[in-house]
């Protein structure tokens, strides 16, 4: 019997043998298989240079560009910090450049006001006199804008004595922005219909900072803003007040908007009486001020008691002087731009 079961054994040890030396090889392929993998996932992630929100930028529909950030590389100028700003941030402040191929997804509804809030009298030696008006109390904008357009056109009034502008449009919802894109359609082709009216996610209107007007004649009836005559006075000292008229008919090849007078748009000062002198669209400027660069060449501008330097930084980590007043503005396509001012 222990013969027997000493045999039986050895058989069994013989076939157990037998059956390692079959599968040892394919288990080790496995193995190294699984190992290539994940050391190639590895260089994969390390070659993207994947940061903080580049994984956002690839996403479909949201028109900004990714963003690889190369500033950790740069050496922080003296008197510098840097501020650490997010993939959200991009789609943020006076300056986002929205277009045609320039979509805006950030949701601006709740920090609106209504323009009715805004307007003010002008008060001559005789009497109040209100400057413009409003289309209606839907017609909403971003505080700072009301501020400014309320002043643009009090001062309008004082130096030409006409209160006849009528403030149409403020800020748009997608699903209004939608129904109106579909009328130009109806009425010409779609082709034709993206140069006067911005597909959805496209319009300068969704982030509260363009202005519509027209004007109201002595019948009450509303005429076409043209922007001619005694209302060009209005149109070239928009820059003073922060805007600029964003559809020149000069510009429109690279706008891909055709010319609307009555569409003013607020990017702050300094930047509009810098677009304003070198004569600049806003594509136009934005790719201008790459040439300023943190530790390079700052854009510096001097406008009435204030001295203003701007310049640009791609990626999310954002240069900023540490003891002097700035702002940060992401320009919703591959960067920030500082201005900071003295």
Not at 228 to 253: I, M, T
């Amino acid at each position: 019997m222990g013969i027997k079961y000493s045999k039986t054994s050895g058989d069994n040890n013989n076939r157990n043998s037998n059956r390692r030396k079959k599968y040892d090889p394919i288990l080790l392929v496995c193995v190294i298989l699984f190992a290539v993998f994940v050391v190639y996932n590895v260089i994969l992630m390390i070659n993207s240079g994947t940061k903080q929100g580049d994984s956002h930028a690839f996403k479909a529909g949201n028109g900004i560009e990714p963003i690889y950030d190369d500033s950790d590389s740069e050496l922080l100028p003296e008197g510098y910090k840097t501020v650490k700003m997010t993939f959200d941030d991009l789609s943020a402040g006076d300056l986002v450049l929205i277009g045609l191929d320039n979509y805006y997804s950030r949701d601006v509804s709740d920090s609106l006001v209504g323009m009715y809030d805004c307007m003010t009298e002008y008060n001559s030696s005789k009497n109040a006199v209100q400057c413009y008006s409003v289309s209606d109390s839907s017609v909403i904008i971003r505080p700072e804008v009301c501020s400014a357009m309320n002043d643009l056109l009090v001062n309008f009034y004082k130096k030409t004595n006409i209160s006849n502008i009528n403030i149409t449009s403020g800020y748009r919802s997608f699903s209004l922005q939608q129904s109106l894109f579909d009328r130009e359609i109806a009425e010409k082709t779609e082709e034709e219909a993206i140069h006067w009216v911005a597909k959805p996610g496209y319009s300068e209107h969704h982030s509260g900072y363009a202005v519509d007007i027209n004007i109201i004649d002595d019948s009450g009836v509303a005429i076409e803003y043209t922007g001619d005559g005694e209302y060009k006075y209005l149109n070239d000292s928009a820059p003073d007040y922060g805007f600029v008229v964003r559809y020149q008919d000069k510009k429109k090849n690279i706008t891909g908007i055709y010319y609307e007078p009555w569409h003013f748009r607020y990017v702050g000062l300094p930047h509009s009486k810098i677009m304003q002198e070198k004569d600049l669209c806003f594509e136009e400027y934005i790719d201008y001020l790459k040439d300023f660069s943190a530790n390079g060449e700052h854009l510096k501008y001097k406008h009435k008691n204030k001295t203003y330097e701007i310049y640009y930084c791609k990626g999310y980590n954002v240069y900023v002087p540490e003891n002097l007043n700035y702002s940060i503005s992401g320009n919703n396509k591959d960067g920030f731009i500082v201005t900071v001012d003295y």
